[in-house]
């Protein structure tokens, strides 16, 4: 019999993980719904990338439970070759966002000239601004604040700050998150290696006791 605290701790580092697999997952689809800034922020590439990692994690917490069950090691030294492969997609995926945001200002002057002039009449109305760089860099014209080339250099307030400030603190929380659920796969890695040991012990102790019992036949 496993000890209790043991179980425990891998419980809780499983239902961890199925936690961050069900917060990935459902962030991932809720933020494909229209949403002027978010849509700014995160390409339809980032969020497959996110819908695929919460796949992932959901699908290796649900083998974790079905793992713990056989008697043996080989099904938890299976699990933890998953639980490395979960390490390596959460590492790619947090460390891409956070490479992106090293360069923020280059970057979404890129995403920012992609869109439709009708999409950056809204962005700029939203964040009362005019053009990225300046007021004839990649401007439209129409809506309240940019009316014409006349209004928007009158409005002397350009997009790239307020976009910049607005995409740093999403993308900033979102890698740091994704980070931070390698806590949970390294501990969910060392409890079942903990397991494993102790399986192993027991399984010695087995061999042990049947050679003991067939002197005495």
């Known amino acids: ?22 917060l990935t997952l459902v962030l991932s689809l809720v933020w494909r719904q229209p949403n002027l800034l978010r849509n700014l922020t995160f390409s339809t590439f980032d969020l497959t990338a996110g819908a695929v990692l919460g796949i992932i994690l959901l699908v290796t917490s649900v083998l974790s439970i079905v793992l713990i069950i056989p008697r043996g090691k080989r099904p938890l030294v ?93 993308l900033n929380n979102v890698f740091s998150t994704i980070y931070g659920f390698m806590a949970i796969v390294i501990g969910l890695f060392l409890s079942s290696m903990c397991i494993i040991k102790q399986r192993q012990e027991f399984e010695r102790f087995e061999k042990i006791d049947t050679k003991r019992a067939s002197r005495f036949v």
């Open 78 to 170: 299976f699990l933890n070759w998953l639980l490395l492969l979960d390490g390596v997609a959460i590492l790619f995926v947090a460390t891409f966002i956070w490479i992106y945001t090293l360069h923020e200002r280059n970057n979404y002057h890129a995403v920012f000239g992609r869109q439709s002039d009708a999409t950056k009449i809204m962005v700029q109305d939203s964040l009362m601004c005019c053009g990225y760089f300046n007021a004839t860099d990649e401007v439209a014209f129409g809506g309240n604040i940019c009316p014409d080339q006349a209004a928007a250099i009158a409005a002397n307030s350009f997009c790239v700050t307020p976009i910049v400030q607005h995409v740093d603190k999403t």
């Open 1 to 22: 019999m496993l000890p209790k605290h043991l179980i425990a701790a891998w419980a809780f580092f499983t239902f961890c993980l199925m936690g961050a697999g069900i």
